[in-house]
């Protein structure tokens, strides 16, 4: 049988394992083909982002425009994205339309707007199968009017299984008794402090069927004391976050972790004790993810019986106590953040398996005065695939000693994002890394033309590429070359490099075929007017997303 005789059910599950992006090209081998992917694909899979000013040539369109052309489209969509750029769009008939013909096809819907009103409430009828539902205010104000209708708004999402808001104020939380036809599976209350009055309804109604939760309070153990008194409340996503400055609330955790065994992903954003720290393997066995904050961990051969952990992230003040023969085999994704200036290179030694690193270095240069640290993390993270170290400060004396494992040593690497202050051509002389696919290089001053002909030759295969803060090197010859010679690149971020000229530009044009995302920021020695920058770059037909400043 040829692949052009399978029935459409079968190629819809097919093209569904491809990325968004590549739905486009793949589309146009037939029209069969392109048919299945418009009319069964898309609308099931890609998100539709409606906004008011267009990506590649930043001028502003006529969202009323926007909204009737989407909602004569001859398929629906199900997952969209909608900015609202002001308060009048709401009331345009265009708005209502969009809605009354796709609102009862959307799964997803995410709002951003100014101020939540009753123009916007009006179209929430239409959302009746609606699974999932995000809202962003921008408004700074914290007792905006509250909408006459949101109980009838609210109240009409029976569907409705995760919500996301974003609001200065969730008074309208207090106001109905609300989503009591819905069974919501996931809440998030972020970005602002939720008084837990607001909270007592949701949890009321909804603690039964909830499974995640996100929430920011003035005080933990309030919000601890509340979650616990709901014996049938089941989590296995919890992620809390208090404005600290309060009395220790390790009790209430603790019982917490008794009554939630299930636990799959724990975020604790406010400072546990010894003993909260010490109690989380004893109780949570399943637990997969974990971001804490504390002091020192003094038990750390305890957390090796958290065997089905897979993502660990750390905030610590001290890590000098750390035992090297802690083993960790489960984790394959680690985050590290110390306080104190003196690092013990033993925590590196107890993930054997990791896949992802990321280093934040909060004390600054103090941390790698000693070079032992430097060369036990290079040994120990010879087979990760991401290594951020953006955010930590290396120095190419010690990157280059004779003792420390080289990157050309790391062959398994596909994403690696390197700051060093110092960093000249003899650090990118040790990037040999066949299976590169993603490069950050932050504030390298002293690369010249000779470094970078080094590295675009070592890693051909870099799809996605950041260049930041260099005030001599990288200049107009090697960018070409760049430009030439990774003919995979799909991401280019230029910031802050002084050097480059207009004629920068031009290679971008001449060799970028695929490039879809292009950022040029802070160049200053590229004079080019917006508007003529603009008209240059849209001859690359591949570009999605441009920001030019």
């Known amino acids: 049988m040829e692949l052009s005789d399978l029935p459409n059910e079968l190629l819809e599950k097919i093209f569904t394992f491809l990325p968004v992006y590549e739905l486009v090209t793949v589309s146009l081998v037939c029209s069969a083909w392109c048919d299945v992917i418009r009319t069964l694909v ?11 000013v267009h990506p590649v040539t930043h001028q502003l369109i006529a969202m009323e425009t926007v909204l009737k052309e989407q909602a004569g489209r001859p398929f629906p969509w199900q997952n969209v994205k909608l900015t609202i750029p002001n308060e009048y769009l709401p009331s345009r008939p265009e708005f209502g339309q969009f809605f009354h013909q796709q609102g009862h096809s959307l799964k997803s819907l995410s709002l951003q707007c100014t101020q939540l009103t009753a123009d916007i409430l009006a179209v929430f009828p239409t959302l009746y199968n609606l699974e999932s539902l995000c809202i962003v205010c921008e408004s700074e104000s914290l007792y905006g009017p509250v909408p006459v209708n949101v109980e009838a708004a609210l109240t009409s999402l029976k569907a409705l299984k995760h919500l996301r808001l974003h609001l200065p104020s969730y008074t309208i939380l207090r106001s109905v008794a609300f989503l009591s036809g819905a069974r919501l599976v996931s809440l998030s209350l972020e970005r602002f402090e939720l008084e837990l009055y607001h909270l007592k309804p949701l949890l009321n109604d909804h603690h039964r069927t909830l499974r995640e939760l996100s929430v920011r309070v003035e005080e933990m153990k309030p919000l601890l004391t509340m979650l616990n008194s709901y014996p049938e409340l089941k989590l296995y996503r919890l992620n809390v976050k208090s404005a600290g400055n309060e009395d220790d609330f390790s009790d209430g955790l603790i019982r917490l972790y008794e009554q939630q065994p299930q636990l799959r992903s724990l975020t604790i954003g406010s400072e546990l004790s010894l003993r909260a720290v ?4 004893k109780q949570l066995h399943h637990l997969q993810e974990l971001e804490i904050i504390a002091e020192s961990i003094n038990n750390c051969k305890a957390l090796s019986e958290l065997r ?7 905030c610590l003040y001290d890590v000098r106590a750390w035992d090297e023969t ?29 896949y992802r690193l990321y280093l934040e270095d909060v004390d600054d240069d103090t941390l790698m005065r000693d070079i032992v640290v430097v060369r036990t993390l290079m040994d120990c993270m010879r087979n990760v695939r991401v290594l951020d170290l953006e955010n930590f400060v290396f120095k190419e004396r010690e990157i280059l000693n004779d003792g420390v494992v080289r990157f050309e040593e790391m062959e398994q690497l596909e994403c690696l994002k390197y700051s060093c202050r110092d960093m000249s051509d003899a650090s990118l002389l040790t990037m040999i890394l066949p299976n590169l696919r993603e490069l950050y290089l932050t504030h ?29 090197g990288f200049e107009d010859e090697g960018l070409e070359l760049i430009t030439r010679k990774l003919i995979h690149l799909r991401m280019l971020v230029l910031v802050n490099l002084r050097a480059l000229t207009n004629v920068s530009l031009d290679a971008i044009v001449n060799n970028c075929f695929y490039i879809m995302e292009l950022t040029i920021t802070h160049c200053i020695g590229i004079t080019l007017e917006k508007a003529g920058a603009i008209e240059k770059l849209s001859i690359v037909k591949s570009l999605k997303n441009l920001v030019y400043s």
């Open 42 to 52: 898309l609308p099931k899979h890609g998100l539709l982002h409606v906004r008011p």
């Open 278 to 281: 010490d109690a989380l393997p």
């Open 308 to 314: 089905n952990l897979r993502r660990l992230t750390l």
């Open 326 to 354: 802690v083993q960790l085999d489960g984790v394959t994704e680690l985050s590290l953040a110390v306080t104190f200036p003196l690092i013990s290179p033993a925590i590196f030694c107890s993930f054997p398996n990791l």
């Open 444 to 472: 390298c001053p002293n690369v010249s033309i000779k470094g970078i002909a080094k590295l675009v030759d070592s890693c051909p295969l870099i799809e996605r590429l950041h260049l930041e803060s260099n005030k001599r």
